[in-house]
T-cell receptor
Framework: EADIYQTPRYLVIGTGKKITLECSQT?????MYWYQQDPGMELHLIHY???????EKGDLSSESTVSRIRTEHFPLTLESARPSHTSQYLC??????????????FGPGTRLTVL | GESVGLHLPTLSVQEGDNSIINCAYS??????FIWYKQESGKGPQFIID?????DKRQGQRVTVLLNKTVKHLSLQIAATQPGDSAVYFC???????????FGKGTRLSVIA
């Protein structure tokens, strides 16, 4: 069982609200990721970070921002939520194994509904 | 663009039978592959991985096969159980320097 946590697990908010989804891991992993996933569908990479003060946009930035001030913490912020943001948001972390392995471990997800 | 895709979106098997889930990848530079299992309402869970210097790797009831010639990856589950019902994703990366690219997923349904 991976030690990666996400809060809140469920969130229902109105259009235009600013929200922050929290993600923390206690494994000391340098790499962290945010994915957006509709039920039963593929994962879309939103943002990722390979270390403190390093962030990159993925294929689907979805008008969100991230920060990486501490190794263990990688919050995702939506400045103005829209109904199109309704989805599940998954956080993951990994550590390059040096032997070519780089297994990502996922949190339980945050299911966001924007009314 | 480069992507990882799955041949079948759904797969139904009888309890006790073996399951085979397939995955095609297009990036010939990919050298590390992972299979994930995702149950409803949960995040993906690591099942098994394989590096490109291998063509087969076995775990508990699961085997991953890699055919680099045709860029094909498969996950075999022996004696499939109801608890194996989930969506299965393959993912690939190159030397761990790029984010994982995930396939579209296959939903496995086990018929009791």
């Amino acid at each position: 069982e991976a030690d990666i946590y996400q809060t809140p697990r469920y969130l229902v908010i109105g259009t235009g609200k600013k929200i922050t989804l929290e993600c923390s891991q206690t494994m000391g992993h340098d790499k962290m990721y945010w994915y957006q996933q509709d039920p039963g569908m593929e994962l879309h990479l939103i943002h990722y970070s390979y270390g403190v003060n390093s962030t990159e946009k993925g294929d689907l930035s979805s008008e969100s921002t991230v920060s990486r001030i501490r190794t263990e913490h990688f919050p995702l912020t939506l400045e103005s939520a829209r109904p199109s943001h309704t989805s599940q948001y998954l956080c993951a972390s990994s550590e390059y194994g040096g032997d070519g392995t780089d297994t990502q471990y996922f949190g339980p997800g945050t299911r966001l509904t924007v009314l | 663009g480069e992507s990882v895709g799955l041949h079948l979106p759904t797969l139904s098997v009888q309890e006790g039978d073996n399951s085979i889930i397939n995955c095609a990848y297009s990036n010939s530079a990919s050298d590390y592959f992972i299979w994930y299992k995702q149950e409803s309402g949960k995040g993906p869970q690591f099942i098994i991985d394989i590096r490109s210097n291998m063509d087969k790797r076995q775990g508990q009831r699961v085997t991953v096969l890699l055919n680099k010639t045709v860029k094909h990856l498969s996950l075999q589950i022996a004696a499939t159980q109801p608890g194996d019902s989930a969506v299965y994703f393959c993912a690939e990366t190159h030397s761990g320097n790029t984010p994982l690219v995930f396939g579209k997923g296959t939903r496995l349904s086990v018929i009791a």
